[in-house]
């Protein structure tokens, strides 16, 4: 596997952990919505509403060990994903297409 990030590419060498983390819901576009306080842009009469799915509530977090290239330093890196409904473990980094991994996945935190 592999990720860019800041304009470089990155190559994963190990999953050092792996878990599912709750979001913070009650933070979501959908829920403010649901109060009143959000429309969509463009939308005065708030018809337009935003959903709360499956993958906003949890997600899929890598710690990952990776480097730029097969010799630059290492660092760790903390990927992360929408979790998919009808999942009930915790999946492989090489689980989705290359399509599919590039438009979910998620830098969350940097230890280089």
């Known amino acids: 596997m592999q990720f860019v990030?800041?304009?470089r590419l990155y190559v994963v060498h190990e999953v050092l952990s792996r878990w599912r983390e709750r979001s913070a819901w009650w933070e979501h576009?959908?829920?403010a919505a649901v109060h009143g306080e959000a429309t969509e842009a463009g939308?005065?009469?708030g018809r337009?509403?935003?959903v709360l799915e499956i993958g906003d509530l949890e997600r899929e977090v890598f710690r990952v060990e990776a480097s730029v290239g097969h010799s630059g330093g290492a660092g760790v890196y903390d990927l992360a994903?929408?979790?998919?409904?009808?999942?009930?473990a915790v999946s492989e980094v090489g689980g989705?297409?290359?399509s599919e991994a590039s438009e979910?996945?998620?830098l969350l935190r940097v230890s280089d």
């Open 5 to 7: 990030w800041r304009g």
């Open 29 to 31: 576009a959908a829920v």
């Open 96 to 98: 989705t297409s290359s």
């Open 104 to 106: 979910d996945w998620q």
């Open 81 to 88: 994903r929408p979790v998919r409904p009808g999942t009930a």
């Open 43 to 45: 939308d005065p009469g």
């Open 48 to 50: 337009a509403r935003p």
